[in-house]
């Protein structure tokens, strides 16, 4: 019993023990299914910005003539 109990365990070891074999593997890309959407919303965060400054521009215009 125990000698299949110390076989079993050092079996189990063996398998989960790492070899090092995959750190020289290069990092494959995971498959985002959001990437689209998330580079869309950084643009439209990007452009929310511009019209930010766009708006601010045009009040100290304003403001400059008397309006």
Known sequence: MKLLFLATTLMLLAACSDD????NKPKQKVANPWETQM????????????????AKEQDRKLREMGG
């Open 20 to 23: 090092g074999s995959q750190s």
């Open 39 to 54: 580079k869309t919303l950084d643009q439209a965060k990007g452009l929310e910005q511009q019209m930010k400054k766009d």
